[in-house]
């Protein structure tokens, strides 16, 4: 009989299957717990990534990326910090060495020392049992055969990746499954379908390499150049040239839509790609591809992105979700925001099943919105400010109550986050504030519009950013009216954009949306057309809603041609949605225009049969 191991306060039995600490049992998903014992069980020996994914899914071909999950799960669990570990160990590429000690103890008993106490933390993830339900619905759906995609939708810390992880993580249990996690990178400079390349990767290394290695002769001979490429010594960050990317792309995009469909025939396929908005175009097309081809397969994509309906978004990604939005080839998982009982078992389950006082919730939830990230980042800091206790028999417990007045306790969180922005000097400051109005990427142009700033000087102080590694810069230019090019960059992280853009006052964004909007349309002058979606959203955002309206109606008529009818009709109905803001005076006569507009439209597309979108050769939609 396998002895009880004892490492820390911990027990862990193998017999039972239990993990037992001071606070009592602490639930572990069974893979999650079969990391931990193969960990345990070598202690002091680096685990190569190959060797845990052989010893605990034997069947399943997952990629080495699903044990990050676990392995931040458990450090969760044991209250182990990656930076400075006292029990699991990272080596970086390698794998994982569990570095505390551990000594056998049978005759502990599988109760362990404080049996019977509450179970800590429950499956799942609070406040998303109904989007992890529908994605679960989604994929047994597959099992007949039909292709699946979801995006989940939500703000900055919404919790979309927490979402994907879980859900692979319940999948990856309970299912044979080939299961891929790719991630967009935020960084300029990533390969064409880079996310594809490394879950392709990954599978060539699990335990049934031979067969993918086999399938990717036979369906993406091309590739593979392009999987080595990729997971070479230089890793990621290596670079081709570019002008060698565009020729092979297409058929790359051909090939592996071919070979996940093969492979989807021995078992499903369910790929997660988490920050969509930060994937190349390539990897777009394949998502198209995938959800358009004919034919059934046991086809499932999980995509997480940021909603921004904006301008900024980037336009081949929102292109790509409204389209298989409207042709229902794809369906949109939203986040919300946490309710008050979500942040209570939240609480509970960070404190081993024992109920948060009232007050904190409220608090948290009052001052996160229902933001987790935020809601996480607050608690985080009440803790460290000894306002909050955890104690591992009683539960949370809060040595003062935190009031209406501690809202500059929440203000402290927030700065905390902008630490780095205060760092910068102030020029660099008001570069990086007026940026965030103008998008996660933006042309120097709007800089120093907005800053009244020489364009040289706005160009400079753009460098500067990226040599701080704040801003990257995109490779085109816009070329403005004049004839005069003005260089892109982008924000590296998008959450840093978002605090830019969230703590400056509503109004003074108003403000600086108009005056973007009022400069770009003095520029373009009659052909102003051109880029009426992004006037659209700069009048949407500044207020301007009569403008927001006749904008967002040229943008319809631009989309009729490039995207379609139902894409038109979208942006009709928000400028519908708009009239509400106009005065009573005006109001009825522009919604009669719009009614017309609208049904014009939709007589035209009804005439056309419903396939008003036009596609590129990969059933992609055609740029
Ligand atoms: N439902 C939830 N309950 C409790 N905590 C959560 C929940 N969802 C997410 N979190 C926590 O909130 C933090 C932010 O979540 P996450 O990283 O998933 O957000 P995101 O939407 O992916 O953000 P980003 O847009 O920056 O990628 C994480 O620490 C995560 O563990
Ligand atoms: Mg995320």
């Known amino acids: 009989v396998p002895a009880v191991k004892r490492f820390g306060p911990y027990l862990l039995d193998p017999v039972n299957q239990t993990l037992n600490g001071p606070a009592g049992r602490i639930e572990l998903s069974p893979k999650t717990f079969g990391v931990l014992q193969h960990l345990v069980g070598n202690r002091g020996r680096l685990l190569r990534h190959e060797e845990l994914l052989a010893a605990v899914w034997p069947n399943t071909f997952v990629q080495p990326e699903i044990l990050k999950t676990h392995i931040r799960m458990l450090r969760k669990a ?6 400075a570990p006292r029990f699991i160990e990272t080596r970086a590429r390698l794998g994982y060495r569990f570095i505390a000690e551990v000594t056998s103890d049978a005759e502990a008993g599988a109760g362990g020392p404080a049996a019977g106490v509450a179970a800590a933390t429950t499956p799942g993830l609070p406040g998303r049992a109904a989007q992890l339900a529908r994605l679960h619905a989604a994929l047994a759906a597959t099992d007949a055969g039909d292709r699946r995609v979801a995006f989940v939708t939500g703000e900055a810390g919404a919790g979309k990746t927490a979402l994907l992880d879980t859900f692979a993580e319940e999948a990856g249990a309970t299912r044979d499954l080939w299961l891929g996690c790719g991630r967009g990178r935020a960084r300029s400079g990533a390969e064409p379908l880079q996310p594809l390349l490394e879950i392709l990767g990954g599978w060539c290394r699990s335990g049934a390499g031979a067969a993918v290695r086999q399938m990717l002769a036979l369906h993406a001979p091309s590739c593979r150049g392009l999987i080595a490429t990729a997971l070479g010594p230089a890793g990621p960050e290596r670079r081709r040239s570019s002008a060698e990317a565009p020729a092979g792309t297409a058929r790359a995009v051909r090939e592996i839509a071919d070979l996940l469909e093969a492979m989807a025939e021995l078992r499903p396929v369910l790929l997660l790609l988490d920050d969509l908005h930060g994937m190349d175009e390539a990897t777009l097309a394949l998502v198209s591809t995938l959800a358009r081809r004919p034919g059934r397969r046991r086809l499932m994509i999980v995509a997480a992105a940021r909603p921004d309906a904006g301008a900024d978004a980037p336009q081949p990604l929102r292109r790509l979700m409204l389209d298989l939005l409207v042709h229902r080839l794809a369906e949109e998982l939203p986040l919300p925001p946490l309710a008050a009982p979500d942040i209570a078992a939240w609480l509970a389950a960070e404190a081993g099943g024992h109920a948060a006082p009232e007050d904190l919730a409220a608090f948290l939830l009052t001052h996160s919105d229902g933001n987790p990230m935020l809601a996480g980042a607050l608690l985080d800091h009440l803790v460290e400010a000894a306002m909050v206790q955890r104690d591992p028999r009683l539960g949370w417990r809060l040595a003062a109550r935190p009031t209406g007045a501690d809202a500059r306790e929440a203000r402290r969180v927030q700065q905390m986050l902008d630490l780095e922005i205060e760092e910068l000097d102030p020029a660099e400051r008001q570069v990086l504030e007026a940026a965030s109005i103008a998008g996660r990427s933006f042309c120097t142009w709007s800089v120093y519009t907005m800053l009244d700033l020489a364009p040289a000087m706005a160009e400079d102080l753009c460098r500067n950013l990226c040599r701080r590694d704040l ?145 590129g050769p990969d059933g992609a939609p055609a740029h």
């Not at 044991?78 to 930076?83: Q, R």
């Open 78 to 83: 044991l209250g182990d910090d990656a930076g």
């Open 471 to 615: 801003l990257r810069e995109v490779g085109q230019r816009n070329i403005l009216p004049d004839g005069t090019a003005s260089p892109r960059f982008a924000f590296v992280h998008g959450l840093f954009r978002d605090i830019l853009h969230q703590r400056q006052a509503a109004a003074r964004r108003a403000v600086w949306h108009r005056c973007l909007g009022e400069r770009a349309e003095a520029n373009w002058g009659p052909r102003a057309h051109v880029i009426a979606a992004e006037l659209a959203y700069r009048f949407r955002e500044g207020g301007d809603w009569e403008r927001a309206i006749l904008y967002s109606r040229h943008a319809a008529r631009e989309a009729l041609d490039s995207s379609g009818v139902d894409a038109a009709l979208a942006l009709l109905e928000l400028a519908m949605e708009h009239c509400r803001h106009l005065p009573e005076a005006d109001r009825s006569c522009t919604e009669a225009a719009l009614r017309q507009e609208i049904a014009r439209l939709a007589r035209q597309g009804r005439e056309a049969g419903g396939r008003a979108v036009p596609r």
